[in-house]
């Protein structure tokens, strides 16, 4: 922790990802719903998706991406002050962001989670950012972690073909050097919170005589569809140009566009609203499908591990889903 509170800047210094082992492909899940490879591909760009194992946690993967991230940003996990989990598939209502620092061995770092469904990494890189910019902290590992594998309900083909599990994680560092956060917006909608859905069920237990309590389980994910398509290619163009234009600057001058890889129409359609040419557009929807807050950092780490966003690329971002929330971002990759 900082002693002096100066105000500082954002750096973006290193990344990492991690997937579990299995996966699943469009014609290995027409067996087990009525679907189909094209349906699948030509709806939303998704083939395959990553499937967690009986062997494989939410922490265990939120770690390896983590983990991969201080190697590259060449920072130890004991000089992490905060660690901030945007997960909406915690192993334990408690949160899970504090068993990711004991495996890191982060033990100087806070840690908690942050639900904001596959808004929540875009939440919390701006977060993390006001911890940095009032230079109470230096150094912030934000990881957008998900398993909805366990909360998808296999016979529903209509949402059951979207989802798949990973981790991605950012090290964020303040820094004296010029802010690489350039702006964000961050939004919510309630009124249009029943589009969107991991829901309580709840079941009613009489405690004693004349006291009714209520326990139950957490139902499957509901979704319609149609409206969410709708609202995202809506709001999500017009948040980012507010921020390119809060950033002083034009479309053209964005370097690549990492959307949340929820569905390739969606992404095609924004890019398109903003005139950002397909080729500067991050895409892996087709390997891992949808997998809420962990897409973008995902996505992020495969282009900067495969050479092509380089030191001082300017990239745009946006997460968007339940809640409704969304939310937008532009930064600077590197020091």
């Excluded at 009489?206 to 995202?232: C, D, H, S, W």
């Excluded at 807050?293 to 946006?318: F, H, M, N």
Aim: proline residues 2%; aromatic residues 6%; hydrophobic residues 45%.
């Amino acid at each position: 922790m900082s002693s002096n509170h100066t105000l500082m800047g954002v750096t973006f210094i290193g990344c990492g990802a991690a997937a579990p082992e299995t996966i699943v492909l469009n014609d290995e899940l027409a067996q087990v719903v009525d679907t189909s490879d094209e349906w699948i591909s030509s709806r939303t760009g998704i083939r395959q998706r990553h499937i967690g194992h009986d062997r494989e946690s939410l922490a265990g993967l939120a770690t390896q991406a983590a983990q991969q991230a201080l190697e590259m940003a060449g920072v130890a996990a004991e000089d992490v002050d905060l660690i901030i989990l945007a997960t909406s598939s915690a192993e334990d209502l408690f949160g899970s962001a504090c068993r990711i620092q004991a495996q890191l061995g982060a033990t100087k770092a806070v840690a908690f989670d942050l639900t904001a469904a596959c808004s929540g990494f875009v939440f919390g890189v701006v977060t993390a950012a006001q911890f940095l910019r009032s230079g109470v902290y230096r150094n912030v590992l934000v990881i957008g972690a998900d398993l909805l594998s366990r909360w998808v309900d296999w016979q529903d083909r209509n949402t059951c073909v979207l989802f798949g599990d990973g981790a991605g994680a950012v090290l964020m560092q303040g820094t004296i050097n010029p802010d690489r956060l350039l702006g964000f917006e961050i939004s919510s909608d309630g009124s249009q919170n029943c589009c969107l859905n991991l829901s309580f069920k709840p079941e009613l237990r009489e405690l004693i005589p004349g006291v009714v309590l209520t326990q139950g389980k957490y139902q499957y994910i509901t979704m319609n569809g149609k409206e969410v398509y709708r609202f995202a290619i809506n709001r999500v163009p017009d948040a980012i140009d507010k921020v390119i234009h809060q950033a002083h600057l034009t479309s053209a001058d964005i370097d690549w566009l990492i959307l949340h890889q929820a569905n390739q129409r969606i992404m095609d359609a924004v890019a398109l609203r903003l005139q950002i040419p397909p080729e500067k557009v991050v895409s892996n929807v087709a390997k891992y499908g949808n997998t809420s807050a962990a897409s973008i950092p995902i996505a992020l780490t495969e282009a900067v591990r495969a050479g092509k966003i380089q030191t001082g690329d300017t990239i745009a971002t946006s997460g968007f889903g339940a809640g409704l929330s969304w939310g937008a971002a532009i930064f600077k990759w590197g020091n």
